[in-house]
Every structure is written in structure tokens, then in C-alpha cells.
């Protein structure tokens, strides 16, 4: 079956200089995938003329004549930009020409247009971004909420842990996947009070066999790799994620800048850029790229603003495997059976 | 002028074994301080023996005959071990005898303790836990608070602001240190609604000339240097301060097995060794251990439960530096010079 993707060349901060490469390069990758190029059509054909592409076969182009750039308001994405690139791609997945989008626009804005064009999922109350991380145990965290929903209830992180429990279950091929509740330490008694009463949700989730849930997890244990899923609000995750990425980068410049110091440290490096290498690809943000904003219907995908062509192509490569596995069915089912269960107040089971 | 600083020798995971060694080191590095040891005394004593300073003229024994263990529950630490060391050794402080005194026993028990035999400070409600992190323009970033206050209203994090701001100024000779409100963004309306409370109060503070407000910072500016100070709640501040450590961990891990994966790669890392070891050394955490207890009637310190000795003679010297600058009577001297006009609603100027 063929896969349908659009993405909004326009978005980010390099737009069509990283959208278009990456694009051919994805479709070299992947035969099976079918790329929907929403932007300037000039520009974007002019761009692909350049990379010999403009006669793929598997490439598209819907014209749309405006960009949501990165500092625009919401109200200015939503209200008066409605021919925006962003726009257009997201509606190429609600009128089910393609089945997931990507886009590297401002987050804020993909968000607001997104919940607007697509509407959110039945039983959901907020849509959610979820991301992954790399891990001690050599695979991916999921994680979420970072940033969409500053203000949680316990029956949001809830919601959030049910859509990345089908998340990392679709993607990842894991029946059962463990979830972790971010909190400041893992007895029970420990955390906010939202987190605590979060902690009981899951925990009965967890009693009917509904979800797995592990229990508290610390913030290393999202790079220890204990559980497949990691549970937080927006602002808690927004601000990990940010400390995360500014410390790596510190750690990168500081690498670089200790072995670039003298003609000895500069022959280490030479002598040693196996290992090096093997470092960067192992921690590099790059391969991470792309968030889901869960909780839709349909699958949006956000690249950083600033990626490059390598980094915006795992965006794209995260949208195609959400939408081959499946992600958004099996997570509008999921719901749709905990959710209304979740709603009643489970009776104790008639003892005979 | 001597500066005595209390040691509760007995506490952290490795006891007397990390702390003694700790101690001797410290001794020598600083010729005007003095240390009081508490712990099992002949225990001391014979570690003291192993390394021939029994008879150290800068130190003396204090017997404590009970130890608080990482995993006993504050009930155990605050009403049944009396004669702990941890507990004696603050005592210490309340009593005159050092001006301030450094653990590396169990946080939660540690904060507990401390509140109760020195109490807080008047003007604060609630102590805060604050740490130092290395940034990218090579100076340390205070930020708290570090977990000791899991549920903040916009009042705790301003007092959180003031003590932080306080500390910055004595401990780095900064005399107007500027101060960050950890969010989401840097734009005034991003935030929770606690955060959007706090950064009126801070904008008040900075118009009337108390504070030095620079405004929101997000994660990656606390390795960047944007703000000498990152103020956030304790479970933010937890979270992030985990994280961190645990991608630290994960890089640190990931360079020494590539560097220790094949012939070339380890001469690389032989010939790279000044490099490698000044990362280490610019990053390791060892060199940020002591966390400091703020807001109460005396200086404690907080070291890591799993310090070496190395580590933990860190924190005697923040402590030690603390105590010198005068840290206390400045912090208590600016809570009630700025608490009581904070809790005033400032009157408009008279129009003429």
C-alpha cells in the first residue's frame, strides 16, 4: 500500500534549502511512499529543478501562497494566513488525500491550525506532543506532554498515557509498553498533587490490565530506558527537553573545543574519529527529530525549526511509520474503549 | 577570621571512608578553617589514624551515637534518631559553635532536620534547595529550587528569587546578578498560571530597583548563562536536575565505550587524553556538589548521597565560601528589608 505524506516545504527556518533535499532523498529510501510538496509552486519546482527531481514520479505539488513564519501569532496562523503552506498540508490529510503531514513551523501555530482544521479525537480533551529520545538501553523513550498543555489535570496525563501507550505500541511493535509517571522521586508518596492523583488513574488503568504502568519515574529515567513511555505536563516537559538539548550542545561544543585545542589533541581526534563519530550519530538530536501532536484526527508531524536536510528527513520518516503502522486507528480505538470506562466509577466486582 | 564548619561524617553512602579523606584535603587547601567532626567517634578516630591526622590541630571530634541512613522516613530522622549526626552536626550551627555545617545524608531527612532545629528564616516560608550548574560562558547558573517544594505559589518562587539573588551576589561578588524565571518560552504570555504570577511580582521587584529581572528563560538557558539565577518550583527544578545528570551519565558512558572499542580508537583516546580529560574535568559533576539549604537560621549544606572524597571536599568549600561571605546575615538582611514591602500593595505616587 502506498503512504501518503504532505509536507509544508515552506516551514522552519531554512524552508525549501532543507525541505526538498530531504524529501528526495526520503522517497530514494522508501518506494512505497507517495510525497504531497505544499508551498510556492515556483519555488518549489525551482528548488527540485535543481536536484534533477522535477519529473519524480512520486512527487506532487499543491500551490498554496502563503508561509506561517516563526514568529507569527497564533491568531495570525489561524485567522488571516488560510492559504499557509502549514495549512494546506494539514488539510490534504483531513480531506484524506495524504495520511500524515509534516511540518517544521512554529509549534504554537501547527498546533492551533492543526486542532482547528482536524478537530480533536473523541474522548480526548487535549491534543498532546509527544517525542522520543535516545536511551542507555539503545532504544527510544517516548515522551510526553512537551509543551502543548502548560496547565494539566490528572485526567489529562491520563489521556496523555493512554495515546503514548498505543503510540509506542503501534510504532514499536511492543504489546504492552511500561509507562513511567515523571515525578520528583518513585515512592508513591512523593510528587504534586496532580501527580499523585494522576498516580491512581494509572494505577487502576494499570489494576484492569488496561495500561502497564511501572509507577514514578525520575527524570534519568528517561535516559536509563526503564519504561518505554514517560508521562509529564507540558511545562515539565517543555523545560526538560530545552535543559536536555542545552546541556548536549554544551557537551558537543565542549568535546569540540577541548580537541581542536592543540596539534596533539587535534591527532587524538584524528586517530579517534571512529569514535567520535560513533558518538555524535549515537546522542545526536538529529535522528530524534520529529514530534507527534497526538490526540488528532489525523497524524501531524513537527520537525525542529532548525534541522537540516538529514534531520528534517527522520521527520519525515516518523510520519510514514505512524501512518504504515497505523498509529491513528489504533489510537482512536483505544480511547474510545478506556476512555467511557474510565468515565465510570468501576464497580467492585459482586462477590457471588 | 576562622571559619568553623560541622561535618556529618557518618552520612552519604560511603560514610567516614569519603568524608575523612575529604576533610584532611580540605584542611590543607584552607589554612583559617577549622572542621568539627560528628559521628561515632572512635570510628573517626581511626580513620583519622589511617591517614595520620589524629592530631590535626584544625579538628575536633563531637560523638554522635546515631545515623540517619538513606532510607529512613523523615518521622525516624526528626523524632527517634536524636543523637544523630546529622542532627548534632547542625546543632552545631543553632549553637554558635560552626557556621555552617555540610551533609551528604538523605535530602528529604536533611531539610527536615535542618527546619527544625535552626527554623526559618523570618520573611520565608519555606526553604529552598539551590545548586550550581556549569554554563557556557564558563560561570557557574544558580538554580532553585532543587526539590524541596513540590507545590509553589507565585509568593514562594519570588522569596525563591530574593534568597537566590542574595546568595549569587555574596558567594560571586556579582553585585546586581541577573535572575531568570525558568517557562516555557521568553515571551510574557507563555506560562502556567503561577509562572505569569511570579513574573509580575519579579517585574515589580525589578522596576523598584530590588531585583535584577531579566525575565523568562527557557531549559537550554541555564547551560547557556543567559542568568546567573534559574528560579522554578522544586519539582521542575528535580525533574530538570535529573535529567541532566542522567544525560550527562548517558554521554560520558557513550564516549568511553567508543573510545574503548577497538586498537585505534584507544590510541586515539591515549594521544586525545588532555582533551578527554578536560572535558571531564568541565563538566564532571563533582566539581557542582553542595546544594545549600536557604531560607533557614543557619548555613547547611547538601552534598550528593554518592560523592567520593574529591566531591564531597566541594562542598565543604561552598560551604566554607558561604560562611566567609557573609551569606546569612546578607540574605536575611535583604528578606526583611524587601519581604515586608513585597507584602504591601505599593501605593501609586502622588501626581504632585
Redesign the interface.
Known amino acids: 500500500m502506498t503512504i501518503k505524506i504532505s509536507i509544508d516545504c515552506m516551514g522552519g527556518d531554512h524552508g525549501p534549502s532543507v525541505t526538498i533535499p530531504a524529501v528526495i532523498s526520503f522517497l530514494k529510501q522508501h518506494a512505497d511512499a507517495e510525497l504531497v510538496l505544499v508551498g510556492l509552486e515556483d519555488v518549489l519546482r525551482a528548488e527540485l529543478k535543481k536536484h534533477h527531481a522535477e519529473a519524480h514520479p512520486r512527487l506532487s505539488i499543491v500551490h498554496a501562497s502563503e508561509q506561517v513564519t516563526m514568529d507569527d501569532p497564533l491568531e495570525v496562523a489561524l485567522r488571516r494566513k488560510k492559504d499557509s503552506s502549514m495549512r494546506v498540508a494539514i488539510e490534504q490529510v483531513k480531506d484524506g488525500k495524504t495520511q500524515a503531514c509534516v511540518s517544521a513551523g512554529n509549534t504554537g501555530a501547527l498546533m492551533a491550525v492543526a486542532r482547528y482544521v482536524l478537530k480533536t479525537m473523541t474522548g480526548v480533551d487535549r491534543p498532546a506532543i509527544c517525542s522520543i529520545m535516545?536511551?542507555?538501553k539503545g532504544g527510544p523513550t517516548y515522551m510526553l506532554d512537551l509543551?502543548a498543555n502548560?496547565?494539566c489535570e490528572p485526567h489529562h496525563l491520563h489521556q496523555f498515557a493512554i495515546m503514548g501507550s498505543v503510540m509506542v505500541s503501534a510504532m514499536e511493535n511492543i504489546p504492552r509498553p511500561t509507562l513511567g509517571l515523571?515525578?520528583?522521586g518513585t515512592e508513591d508518596i512523593?510528587?504534586?498533587?496532580v501527580?499523585k492523583a494522576t498516580s491512581k488513574l494509572l494505577q487502576a488503568d494499570h489494576e484492569r490490565g488496561a495500561l502497564n504502568f511501572y509507577g514514578n519515574v525520575?527524570?534519568?529515567?528517561?535516559?536509563?530506558g526503564t519504561t518505554d513511555i514517560v508521562v509529564?505536563d507540558?511545562?515539565?516537559g517543555?523545560?526538560?527537553?530545552?535543559?536536555?538539548?542545552?546541556?548536549?550542545?554544551?557537551?558537543a561544543?565542549?568535546?569540540k573545543s577541548?580537541?581542536t585545542?592543540?596539534p596533539?589533541?587535534m591527532?587524538?581526534?584524528?586517530?579517534?574519529?571512529?569514535?567520535?563519530n560513533?558518538?555524535k550519530k549515537?546522542?545526536s538530536p538529529s535522528r530524534y527529530n520529529g514530534a507527534s501532536l497526538l490526540g488528532l484526527r489525523g497524524l501531524v508531524f513537527k520537525s525542529h525549526g532548525g534541522a537540516d536536510a538529514y534531520s528534517f528527513e527522520w521527520a519525515i520518516k516518523r510520519a510514514y511509520d505512524a501512518a504504515k503502522n497505523d498509529v491513528l486507528p489504533h489510537i482512536s480505538t483505544l480511547i474510545s474503549e478506556l476512555m467511557p470506562r474510565n468515565a465510570e466509577v468501576p464497580e467492585a466486582p459482586a462477590s457471588k
Open positions: 535516545p536511551n542507555q509543551g502548560v496547565d515523571l515525578n520528583v512523593k510528587g504534586n498533587d501527580v525520575e527524570g534519568n529515567d528517561i535516559f536509563k509529564c507540558g511545562f515539565v517543555n523545560v526538560t527537553l530545552k535543559a536536555v538539548e542545552g546541556v548536549a550542545r554544551f557537551f561544543d565542549t568535546v577541548e580537541f585545542r592543540n596533539l589533541t591527532l587524538g581526534a584524528l586517530i579517534g574519529r571512529g569514535a567520535l560513533n558518538v549515537r546522542l
